[in-house]
């Protein structure tokens, strides 16, 4: 027997309601055929609002029963909830994950070799590298999380604004080839201050924060992570000058 449901989502030429065409997409990978009722007006979403006494759109009817929207939807066919909630360290490992792929398929084409001390010096360079981009997107908003916790940042709020700046100098500069002696310092310098910041805030201090190393708006908590990531900085600074 077909299962049959009715959809009604906003569709205007100024918005299309991603939520909307979710909702669609769950119904007909759950097997259902879409009776797809597009409210293509400010006014009829309004109308179809006040009609059923709901405040949003979308909304699915089964059977004749409004289920509600695409949480409800979710809810009905026993799915988890869309989007992430509270702590993940999603982020980070996206960034190493394909910065490692790439330092990998980088030293492939330079020397057919998957893995090496290139492999390696590659990592560290393009990891600070994205994770500078991921600061700079909002420098404002990683200012704010930054500054709860660097301990150079708390006495000179300006050097969290050159921070990513820095980061994604080193990390250039590495792939560049630039000599040592300019990049190097700022590596062990950014590196050892933030180590000393982490263990500071969390290991010693016990305090709960986000971590700003993806950016200041992440749900990734300080610790482990962040410490890594200082830690691969003061190795590359190491590693640059005995190389």
């Known amino acids: ?28 990978r759950e097997g259902y055929t879409v009776d797809d009722q597009l409210l293509t ?25 409004r289920i509600g929207g695409y949480d ?45 001390m290139q492999t390696a010096e590659l990592f560290v360079a393009l990891t600070m590298a994205v994770l ?21 940042a708390m006495k000179v709020v300006r050097y969290a604004y050159v921070y990513p700046f820095l980061e994604a100098f080193v990390g250039i500069g590495m792939i560049a080839g630039l000599p040592a002696y300019i990049i190097a310092p700022i590596s062990l310098f950014i590196g050892g201050v933030g180590a000393v910041s982490v263990i500071k805030a969390v290991y010693i201090d016990k305090r709960e924060l986000k971590c700003a190393c993806v950016g200041g708006d992440s749900n990734v908590p300080l610790g482990f992570i962040s410490l890594t990531e200082n830690l691969f900085m003061i190795a590359a600074g190491i590693w640059m000058f005995v190389k």
Do not use: W
């Open 1 to 28: 027997m077909s299962k049959s449901a009715q959809l009604f989502r906003m569709a205007t030429d100024e918005h299309i309601c991603p939520f909307g065409l979710k909702s669609k997409d769950l119904l007909e």
């Open 41 to 65: 007006s400010r006014e009829q979403t309004d109308e179809f609002k006040k009609q059923h006494s709901v405040e949003t759109t979308p909304q699915t009817f089964i059977d004749n029963k």
């Open 72 to 116: 409800d939807l979710l809810d009905y066919f026993d799915k988890p909830k869309a989007g992430q909630e509270g702590t993940t360290y999603t982020p980070v490992i996206a960034i190493f994950s394909v910065s490692f792929l790439l330092s990998v398929a980088f030293s492939f084409a330079a020397n057919n070799s998957l893995l090496s």
């Open 132 to 152: 500078a981009i991921q600061k700079l997107q909002d420098l404002f908003s990683f200012t704010n999380s930054f500054i709860t916790y660097d301990l150079v």
